[in-house]
């Protein structure tokens, strides 16, 4: 059942981005390797811009598709999983990323396509 919609999708967007920048000072990212902190911080930068970028009721300037937006989304949740093995996260940085990969992977994956009239 596909239920996450592009206006729900778009209420995620800024408070996830900005967790993402956040959240790894708070819980100590990093302690294995500084890429965990770093990885999330710059993604969570990148998704900022992003979603101001994005054609969405709460984007800014709107000139990125939807479409693309979600590719790139797709993108972050496999980067996310397979970083801990690339770079040798341990405990809470592998936990972080294994954790928000999935998460990301389940909202795209739940996304209810949208019907073009």
């Known amino acids: 059942m596909k239920f996450?919609?592009?206006r729900i999708h778009a209420f995620l967007d800024y408070p996830v981005a900005i967790a993402l920048i956040i959240l790894p000072f708070l819980i100590g990212l990093g302690s294995s390797n500084p890429i965990a902190l770093q990885l999330s911080v710059v993604t969570g930068i990148a998704a900022f811009i992003l979603?101001?970028?994005t054609d969405h009721h709460l984007g800014a300037f709107r000139v990125v598709p939807y479409k693309f937006?979600?590719?790139v989304d797709f993108l972050v949740a496999v980067v996310f999983l397979i970083a801990?093995?690339?770079f040798s996260f341990e405990g809470i940085d592998a936990y972080y990323y294994w954790i928000n990969g999935a998460a990301v992977f389940i909202v795209v994956s739940l996304h209810k396509p949208e019907?073009?009239?």
């Open 4 to 6: 996450v919609t592009k």
């Open 69 to 71: 937006h979600l590719t």
């Open 51 to 53: 979603t101001l970028l």
């Open 115 to 117: 019907v073009i009239a």
């Open 84 to 86: 801990p093995f690339i």
